[in-house]
């Protein structure tokens, strides 16, 4: 652990100082306040919002209902008074929207993670009714060999995402579990799976049955083309996370004899019948490492793929773009700035099916965004050279 920063305090007039954890990379907060059973929901909320940590000594479980206290009061309804004020407001633009809620989420984000707790060696919480947390740290941090301070925020999503690993997303187009990693993209929303299912494959991938999932996350993708019959898949990622979580997933599966993993941004070496990428849908600066997944900056990958689709397919071969079009509604990118985009990589639509969303904030009309969630369609593009 000696890569990581170190968060200092004082406690008792005695100076102190431990390792930091953070997967978002966030760096160590600069004030340290010590807190326990004692500290009220207000006077916690305040202290967070001037930008003071809160290391807390006191029973696990109060830190937890702390912490719920704390986002109450972030997310409590404007009062009466400044209801009306917004009410006399323009009405804001999709992008205005999106920026907006973007910003309410980061600060939230932030806010919430100050509530830290100390760990000792091992993953251990040196705390009353602390649960055992050491399998959930282990997958996501390794080996914890001295101790450290991390936000009881993250430890909650190491622990959902712990949870989630065990028991897997059901992927009804594939008819078997995916086991995601913390921080590798789960297929939740599974209808852009159903779209590769569905789509009918290449002729030319009867003689030359070869593929490549390019940023293969889960393997979720590279399992359902074998699935489909595709003797010789080769799925790329960058992330080694991501790798390893593909590797599992493909071994539960079966599937390891028809799948080659290899760690490489976008394509691997050589020529497929068939290229499939499902890049980030929104082309925006991710928040933290972790949205990597959902966030492309300046469409990046999105770009990297169009652009060297051509020459990686085989004479007769078809490349499948899996894109939503939210950053469309958000007005973040443009459907004729895509097309151009295609159009300059030397490539033509062959045919584009779609399919409508039915993740539960599709018909949440209190999301800032519902509108366009509500307009959203998920999208295969089946694409060839010119």
Known sequence: MSDYPVISWNEAGEEKSARWRAENSAPPPKQVVIADDRMTADAAYRLACEGNALLWRGDFQNARHLLQAMARRIDKKPRQRKTRKMATAPTPTPVEAFHRHRLAQSQRARTLSLLLLPFEAGHRIPLRRAPDVHSACLEAYGAGTEPYIASLRELQGLIGAYEW??????????????????????????????????????????????????????????????????????????????????????????????????????????????????????????????????????????????????????????????????????????????????????????????????????????????????????????????
């Not at 209808?191 to 070869?210: D, H, I, K, N, R």
């Not at 039915?358 to 366009?372: C, K």
Request: hydrophobic content about 45%; charged content about 20%; glycine content about 6%.
């Open 165 to 386: 690993r065990k028991k897997g997303v059901e992927v009804p187009a594939l008819g078997a579990r995916i086991h995601p990693y913390y921080g590798v993209f789960a297929p939740i929303r599974s209808e852009y799976v159903g779209l590769v299912a569905e789509a009918p494959l290449p002729e030319l991938a009867m003689t030359q049955s070869s593929a490549f999932d390019i940023g293969t996350g889960t393997g979720v993708l590279a399992a359902v083309l074998a699935r489909r019959g595709i003797q010789r898949i080769v799925a790329t990622e960058q992330d080694l996370r991501a790798l390893d979580c593909a590797r599992e997933n493909l071994t539960r599966l079966d599937l390891t004899a028809q799948v080659d993993l290899v760690q490489a941004d976008l394509f691997p070496e050589g020529q497929a019948s068939l290229i499939v990428c499902n890049p980030p849908w929104i082309p925006a600066r991710p928040s933290s490492p972790l949205e990597y997944a959902v966030f492309d900056p300046e469409s990046r990958m999105l770009r990297g793929f169009l652009s060297g689709l051509a020459a990686h397919l085989a004479p007769g071969g078809e490349g499948w773009l899996i894109l939503s079009d939210l950053a469309e509604h958000l007005e973040l990118r443009t459907r004729a700035e895509l097309l151009a985009a295609i159009d300059a990589a030397g490539l033509k639509v062959l045919s584009k099916s779609d399919v409508k969303p039915h993740h539960p904030r599709v018909s949440d009309t209190r999301d800032p965004l519902h509108a366009a969630r509500a307009a959203e369609l998920t999208s295969l593009w089946r694409l060839i050279a010119t």
